[in-house]
């Protein structure tokens, strides 16, 4: 059984950043999802179990950067210049292979209990 513990979450103005963190031991394939209310779960990012090869949604290129300490068995999302349409639970999810459709809910099977970030204007 994998348990991932996430952290990090919290209420910021637009324009401020946070920094997620996810705690995972023996996953390869690492990602960050988000669901907002009314709406399905979204892909975030993701990171191979190097951190050379991260992925990213269009909607948060050039603001988010994940990154890996395998060290620490921690998967962190840096989330800069949020946006009000940032808000909502953002999901850690682990997966045990490389999976081709990484943007995929159903190619991780575990996930974290979720974290609010909500963002204000």
């Known amino acids: 059984q994998v348990q991932l513990v996430e952290s990090g979450g919290g209420l910021v103005q637009a324009g401020e950043s946070l920094r997620l963190s996810c705690t995972a031991s023996g996953r390869t394939f690492m990602g960050w999802f988000r669901q907002a209310p009314g709406k399905e779960r979204e892909f975030v990012a993701a990171i191979s179990r190097t951190g050379i090869t991260p992925y990213y949604a269009d909607s948060v290129k050039g603001r988010f950067t994940i990154s890996r300490d395998n060290a620490k068995n921690t998967v962190y999302l840096q989330m800069n210049s949020l946006k009000a349409e940032d808000t909502a639970v953002y999901y850690c999810?682990?997966?045990?292979?490389?999976?081709?459709?990484?943007?995929?809910?159903?190619?991780?099977?575990?996930w974290g209990q979720g974290t609010q970030v909500t963002v204000s204007t």
């Open positions: 999810a682990a997966a045990p292979y490389y999976p081709t459709s990484y943007t995929q809910t159903g190619a991780y099977d575990y």
